[in-house]
Nanobody, 119 residues
């Protein structure tokens, strides 16, 4: 099992910045892609950004140029730097980690952290 602990959410005014962190612990051998997803009230969970172990990144179009995902493979931690925040970014943000095992890939989710952007 992999345990994910998220931090860094909160309330910020439009145009402000927040930095989310997600630290993985437990059976971390084989962790590959790490990422962030979000879910706004009444909407489906959507991908925000992912990063592979080698550092390749992928972003949702609406956050390109404003959000930056990064990771520290020594600390098994993934970060999401969010700048120029908009009210539409308001959501619960979830960390996601993929782990490769002999039996196939496993996915793990964090508990979620609330991000609220006021106009």
């Amino acid at each position: 099992q992999v345990r994910l602990v998220e931090s860094g959410g909160g309330l910020v005014q439009a145009g402000g910045s927040l930095r989310l962190s997600c630290a993985a612990s437990g059976n971390i051998f084989g962790i590959s892609t790490m990422g962030w997803y979000r879910q706004a009230p009444g909407k489906q969970r959507e991908l925000v950004a992912t990063i592979t172990r080698g550092g390749a990144t992928n972003y949702q179009d609406s956050v390109k140029g404003r959000f930056t995902i990064s990771r520290d493979n020594i600390k098994n931690t993934v970060y999401l730097q969010m700048n120029s925040l908009k009210p539409d970014d308001t959501a619960v943000y979830y960390c996601n980690v993929d782990r490769r095992t002999t039996w196939g890939p496993e996915g793990y989710w964090g508990q979620g952290t609330q991000v609220t952007v006021s106009s």
